[in-house]
């Protein structure tokens, strides 16, 4: 707002207003005069913004054009229209509604200029100080024109709007705020950017004719169309020309506030017509709906008590109906549909009584003070008949109430004894459920003694648990007699019930005592056969026993590696066959046993049930027996064929024994010497080589004693002859002994071979050779003829390797390992080791060496004639190098020449390549 | 044999002609229970520089050579103008005593042989 109140007093030629006290602020309070807000930025204003000065042109002349139609003029051109002041003098009588001066008649400029000032008077006159001069306007000056017109809306379009002691606009402002208060989506707070969207000039309309718009369908979003809305309207329905610019409205970013004021006042003047109508209008509305409340009222009791007296007439005879339907369940809901009837039909009824008598009086009351005739109900609705339905109603409902509950009590008697008559029924229809089938049961005819006993005493404490139940029958009957007595409706069932158990209670007496008899004569009989049971129990065990051990010993398998123990067997199959007549006679006798019970359970029609005290069945018992019995000849057989096997096991063992005695000393003999000539070379090698060979030959000499064992062995275990006492050899003894003496004999022989094959090849004497075994065995820590790598290192640094203690070192003994142990078994052998340390000195014997001797022998050729071979070599190497030898290829080949650079190279199991 | 020590080595060989000699010697195969390996190298031949004498075979031609007869590895280098070999360099190099060795009693007991002394014989027949 302080955008257009500044202080700018230079250079300014517009319109002045009389009092220039402000300094920006807008004061709260206005003397009525004051009401002009200094406007020293009209001049500014147009300067700045020519779009304003549009904005008020079309405004303004639109704005006279409302006030000269009533005149039947119009004007076109603002600044042109009211040069001669004629139309401005016309503009001043319409809006004023007074008259004027009459014009001066001529078209001289003088006569202008006093037209103008005739009107320029009158508004001061009106107590409004102009600082425009009638010049201006006579010389079509536009924004002096602007600026008298804008005088003239303020006196008197917008002066009168004053609202609570308020300035021209503010109060114009708080009209719009109070009438735009009920729509959320305005808010007027001033006149140029408020009511940019539309809404609010929307709002002003829907508020004072809701008929013309349907506000709820309008948004923000659309403020063009908002904006067109309200203009047609205004113009179509309200007579107010359409003043503003929609797009201009819209798209300035503030509008002109004093357009914006024009336009809206123009409202204010509309509505303020419509709303004096109205307030006509709605004082006669008033006095009409005093009568047609009344006639309301009227209406409202004739209805109440129409309808309460049909409730009343409805629910009458359901109070005085008697009719039951004899059951419980029935009258319990009844009483619960008269307990809902009291709780929650009455109640409401109740007070629609008061309602209608309370309403009865405020009617009276009402027509008394608006001076109307009184109130009449039409025929039977008076508060008089109301009344007395009401006692009627209440009288019926408490002889209901009295007759419900004796009815109620009577059929709970009824249901009490039919429940319990039920009750006891159940029961004893529970307890004696069986019992006949249990009194009339066979089952003590295949019964032992002792449950036999037991039966007995079962149906000694059925008996008077029978007795016990006298009493209960009898009540059942009683009870069955008072239901007759107070006529219970389904009598019938309960009749036929209680007849039901009495005569199941008499049969039940009667066979009780039957049973009884019954029982005791069993128990007299099944005492007799239980003492035969027991009998046989007792002599059934042990001999069933006796029988198992007897059949036990008669198969018993022969484990026996003596001729003194068969015999033994023998002896005692002799005793046994002795006692066999004993056994007959008590066989005989525990038979009998069991038929004589047979024949009693026979005899009196009892079931023959298994012996309880023996689990033996006589049927096994027999066979048993009769298994003994054959197999005792069997068992004499076998014995006598055992005791000849005997006899010829003995012999073999004797056989093998004094053979086995003779060899196995002998052997030992030979390991001991053997043993000896391992230990110590004596002598030179040859020399031992030859003691090992004359004892090899002895060795050999020696085979046909271990064959004949053998053939002795082999009759022995055919025989199944597993121990033998006459000898502590035994054949895998003797076995193993031959072979480790024989194998071991070969390896020393082949060993001594060796080294005395090395000795010579390699050029070594028997000194040196020494040196080595020495070497040798002084790293073979742990005396098993082969170093492990690491003494295989330590034997090498000492043999003079410089082999260090890093990876260099590690490097350059793997090499050797591979050298010694190619197929890597991680020990070095002392054949290997001798060849090793030999290799060394012997590096000669290679390849190149064998090719330069072949070489020497071809005179110098690339290749070998056979003639050559033959000549220079003995006859049996020379065939076996022809034998492998392949033709020479190369240059200078002659027939039959053979390739001896190949042959040499695969000797060594190597090529040229 | 802890094959680490001698790291594996890819070798490319070339000749010009069949008859033109690899000029190494090849040595071993399963056949000999020797493992392949290279003997000596001809100076001035295509092997010359590119193999060493120690050299072990370990591959011909992408095969594995560990198993291979000593006759198969040569007829596969024999009719072969180009061959890619991997080795191990070095892994069978001689090595010599640096100094002389040192004697273990050599001439205290010429007679008795101490190293022959059999512990291998098996004695378990002694029990009876």
């Known amino acids: 707002m302080s955008a257009y109140y500044y202080q700018d007093a230079d250079g300014h030629n517009g319109v002045q207003y009389q009092q220039q006290q402000y300094n920006g602020g807008y004061p709260q309070q206005y003397p009525v005069d004051d009401y002009m807000v200094p406007e020293e930025e009209w001049e500014r204003e147009a300067v700045l913004d020519p779009a304003w000065e549009r904005q008020q042109k079309k405004t303004f002349t639109a704005w006279c054009n409302s006030h000269l139609r009533k005149v039947g003029t119009s004007i076109e051109n603002i600044e042109e229209d009211f040069q001669n002041g004629l139309k401005l003098m016309l503009l001043l009588e319409v809006i004023s509604n007074e008259q004027l001066i009459k014009p001066d008649r001529g078209r001289m400029r003088f006569h202008k200029i006093a037209n103008v000032n005739k009107a320029l008077d009158f508004i001061t006159s009106k107590g409004v100080k102009l600082m425009v001069g009638a010049e201006e306007i006579v010389d079509g000056n536009l924004k002096m024109t602007l600026g008298m017109i804008w005088t003239i809306i303020l006196r008197f379009a917008i002066q009168d709007i004053s609202v609570e002691e308020m300035s021209a606009k503010e109060g114009l402002l708080l009209w719009c705020q109070r009438k735009t208060a009920p729509y959320k989506n305005v808010n007027v707070q001033n006149f140029h950017i408020s009511f940019k969207d539309g809404l609010?000039?929307?709002?002003?309309?829907?508020?004072?004719?809701?008929?013309?718009?349907?506000?709820?369908?309008?948004?923000?979003?659309?403020?063009?169309?908002?904006?067109?809305?309200?203009?047609?309207?205004?113009?179509?329905?309200?007579?107010i020309p359409k003043m503003l610019d929609a797009e201009e409205i819209n798209n300035s970013i503030k509008a002109d506030e004093k357009v914006v004021m024009t336009y809206v006042s123009s409202y204010y003047h509309a509505f303020s017509t419509t709303q004096k109508a109205e307030q006509a209008a709605s004082r006669i509305c008033k006095v009409l709906s005093v009568n047609q409340e009344n006639e309301q009222m009227m209406a409202e009791y004739e209805r109440l008590a129409s309808d309460l007296l049909e409730w009343i007439r409805k629910k009458k005879p359901w109070l005085e109906n008697r009719a039951t339907d004899n059951t419980l369940h029935g009258t319990q809901a009844k009483l619960g549909e008269f307990r809902d009837y009291c709780r929650s039909q009455k109640p409401p009824r109740l007070s629609q009584k008061a309602?209608?008598?309370?309403d009865f009086n405020t009617l009276q009351t009402r027509l008394r003070l608006s001076n109307r005739p009184a109130f009449t109900p039409t025929e039977g609705k008076l508060i008089v008949n109301i009344v007395d339905a009401w006692k009627d109603l209440e009288l019926a409902e408490k002889g209901f109430?009295?007759?419900?509950?004796?009815?109620?009590?009577?059929?709970?008697?009824?249901?009490?004894?039919a429940k319990k008559f039920q009750h006891k029924c159940n029961i004893h229809e529970e307890w004696s459920y069986g019992k006949i089938d249990l009194l009339t049961s066979s089952d003590f005819k295949r019964c032992s003694l002792n449950d036999l006993r037991a039966l007995s005493r079962k149906h000694l404490a059925f008996e008077s648990d029978l007795a016990a139940h006298q009493d209960r029958v009898e009540q059942i009957a009683a009870i069955a007699q008072e239901l007759n007595v107070l006529g219970y409706d389904q009598i019938v069932m309960v009749n036929q019930r209680c007849q039901r158990i009495c005569n199941e209670w008499d049969q039940l007496g009667d066979l009780t005592h039957k049973r009884r008899i019954a029982l005791t004569d069993a128990e007299r009989i099944v005492e007799r056969i239980d003492t035969l049971f027991l009998e046989y129990a007792k002599k059934a065990s042990p001999y069933v026993n006796w029988l198992d051990g007897a059949r036990?010993?008669?198969?018993?398998?022969?484990f026996i590696h003596t001729l003194d123990e068969i015999r033994g067997l023998i002896e005692a199959h002799h005793q046994f066959k002795a006692t066999l007549g004993e056994a007959d006679a008590e066989y005989k006798n525990i038979i009998r046993l069991v038929t004589e019970a047979r024949q009693t359970c026979q005899e009196n029609g009892l079931e023959f049930v298994s012996n309880p005290y023996s689990n033996i069945k006589p049927e096994e018992l027999s066979a048993k027996w009769n298994d003994v019995q054959a197999l005792v000849p069997q068992r004499d057989q076998d014995l006598e064929t055992e005791f000849i096997k005997q006899q010829q096991n003995e012999r073999f063992r004797v056989q093998f024994a004094q053979k086995a005695n003779v060899v196995g000393p002998w052997l030992e003999r030979q390991h001991e010497q053997l043993q000896q000539l391992t230990v110590q070379v004596v002598g030179t090698l040859e020399q031992h080589q030859k003691k090992l060979e004359n004892m090899e030959h002895t060795v050999l000499q020696y085979r046909p004693h271990i064959d004949e064992l053998e053939k002795y062995n082999q009759q022995i275990q055919e025989c199944m002859i597993f121990e033998n006492r006459h000898t502590p050899y035994t054949m895998e003894v003797i076995r193993v002994a031959w072979e480790q003496l024989t194998t071991h004999l070969t390896r020393q022989i082949a060993e001594i071979k060796n080294q005395i094959y090395t000795l010579e090849k390699k050029g070594i004497g028997e000194e040196q050779m020494n040196e080595f075994r020495a070497t040798f065995a002084h790293f073979d820590k742990s005396r098993t003829r082969r170093l492990d790598s690491k003494e295989f290192r330590a034997c090498l640094i000492a043999c003079g390797y410089n082999i260090r203690e890093d990876r260099q070192g590690d490097v350059d003994f793997q090499r050797i390992m591979a050298n010694v142990d190619p197929t890597q078994t991680g020990f070095v052998t002392f054949e290997s080791f001798l060849d090793f340390m030999?290799?060394?000195?012997?590096?000669?014997d290679n390849v190149d060496q064998l090719t330069l001797a072949f070489k020497t022998l071809a005179g110098d050729q690339p290749f070998i004639t056979a003639e050559a071979l033959k000549r220079e070599l003995p006859i049996e190497q020379a065939e076996w190098c022809l034998r492998r030898m392949k033709p020479y290829v190369g240059p200078g080949a002659i027939p039959g020449a053979y390739d001896y650079k190949i042959f040499s190279a695969t000797l060594y199991g190597e090529s040229d390549l | 044999m802890d094959n680490s020590l001698f790291p594996t080595v890819p070798v490319f060989l070339d000749r010009s002609s069949l008859d033109q000699s690899w000029g190494f010697r090849l040595q071993g195969g399963i056949d000999y229970r020797l493992p392949l390996s290279i003997k000596k190298v001809s100076p001035n031949t295509p092997s010359h520089n590119k193999l060493y004498a120690g050299d072990g075979v370990t591959a011909i031609d992408g095969q594995d050579a560990s198993s291979m007869k000593h006759e198969d590895a040569e007829n596969l280098l024999r009719n072969a103008l180009q061959i890619q070999l991997a080795v191990r360099r070095g892994q069978f190099a001689a090595v010599r005593p640096s100094r002389p060795p040192v004697k273990f009693g050599a001439s205290s007991q010429p007679h008795v042989n101490s190293a022959l002394q059999n512990t291998t014989t098996p004695n378990n027949y002694r029990r009876f």
């Open chain 1, 838 to 844: 030999t290799r060394e000195c012997s590096e000669e």
């Open chain 1, 401 to 417: 109430e009295d007759w419900l509950l004796r009815e109620l009590r009577r059929l709970e008697r009824l249901d009490h004894l």
């Open chain 1, 552 to 558: 036990e010993d008669l198969v018993d398998m022969f």
């Open chain 1, 355 to 358: 309602k209608l008598e309370t």
């Open chain 1, 200 to 239: 609010a000039f929307c709002a002003l309309i829907h508020r004072h004719r809701p008929d013309l718009l349907d506000y709820s369908k309008l948004t923000k979003d659309d403020p063009l169309g908002n904006l067109n809305l309200a203009f047609d309207i205004a113009e179509k329905h309200l007579d």
